[in-house]
């Protein structure tokens, strides 16, 4: 399927048939319309600013404080973003009968839901992590007239996205449990903000849960982005790989009840 209207021959077999042309049909709402320099314009304008008030506003800057309001800001406002968007990508269809429509035609469901999930967290990773993060590159180059190390910079801006794909794939798995957007946006937003509530009950979940990839605790050393940006030992390698586990079981997860669905 290319658009909504137009067909063109499926050669995929199995359970990626369909996957080319609803994969167009998903890249089409992120790079043929606007959404995609809205979302920049928002994300790079706001994490700018906010870091640009905070690396120029004082002569005693320190680069550790500016790391530290980088990653908070770029991973927690656009994961709000990411449930957002992803909100309604699955339960949006299904209510208004353009899944079963699309499923009637050559198009398997692991692909209807994969091609969903590979498309926006292609988006969600130019618009909301890359080109603002290139804006904020520049920013401490401005400032600190030496830079980051490119190398280290990009692994940073690699666990930022991993703390967003977190939320992307936990909202569309619940996309494909409920068939209202209520629960899909309030579940998700909920355990985003409640992470370090459930830290401070049992503090076990530091190591499981993406809180503690961007945002500090109550020791400000255990936090891995900002360690990342300024060179520093991060404290555990546990949490990027507990997220990146969650992930990948959210996706199956979703794979599997989308089967069960009847449409």
Do not use: C
């Given at each position: 399927m290319s658009g909504n209207s137009d067909f063109v021959m499926v050669s995929e077999r199995g359970w990626r048939r369909g996957f080319n042309n609803l994969l167009d049909n998903e890249f089409a709402r992120w790079w043929r319309t606007r959404m995609w320099w809205v979302q920049t314009l928002i994300w790079a304008g706001m994490i700018g600013f906010m870091l640009g008030a905070v690396l120029f506003s004082t002569p005693d800057f320190?680069?550790?404080?500016?790391?530290?309001?980088?990653?908070?800001?770029?991973?927690?406002?656009?994961?709000?973003?990411?449930?957002?968007?992803?909100?309604?990508?699955?339960?949006?269809?299904?209510?208004?009968?353009?899944?079963?429509?699309?499923?009637?035609?050559?198009?398997?469901?692991?692909?209807?839901?994969?091609?969903?999930m590979v498309a926006n967290s292609l988006g969600v990773l130019v618009t909301m992590v890359v080109l603002p993060?290139?804006?904020?590159?520049?920013?401490?180059?401005?400032?600190?007239?030496?830079?980051?190390?490119?190398?280290?910079?990009?692994?940073?801006l690699g666990v930022i996205?991993?703390?967003?794909?977190?939320?992307?794939?936990?909202?569309?798995?619940?996309?494909?449990?409920?068939?209202?957007?209520?629960?899909?946006?309030?579940?998700?937003?909920?355990?985003?903000?409640?992470?370090?509530?459930?830290i401070g009950l049992l503090p076990v979940l530091r190591y499981v849960l993406p809180w503690t990839l961007v945002v500090p605790l109550n020791n400000q050393s255990e936090v891995v982005v900002p360690a990342l940006l300024s060179g520093q030992p991060i404290y555990s390698y546990i949490p990027i790989m507990a997220v990146l586990i969650e992930c990948v079981l959210f996706v199956l997860i979703s794979l599997w009840r989308f089967k069960r669905e009847e449409l």
């Open positions: 320190k680069i550790e404080d500016g790391v530290m309001i980088y990653a908070v800001f770029a991973g927690i406002f656009p994961a709000v973003a990411v449930v957002i968007i992803m909100q309604g990508v699955l339960v949006g269809e299904k209510k208004d009968g353009t899944a079963a429509w699309v499923l009637s035609k050559p198009a398997a469901r692991p692909a209807f839901i994969l091609s969903k993060g290139i804006v904020a590159y520049v920013l401490f180059f401005i400032r600190t007239k030496a830079g980051m190390d490119p190398l280290l910079f990009m692994a940073g996205f991993l703390n967003h794909l977190f939320y992307l794939t936990l909202t569309l798995m619940l996309g494909s449990f409920f068939n209202s957007r209520g629960p899909v946006i309030g579940i998700s937003l909920a355990f985003l903000f409640m992470q370090q509530y459930l």
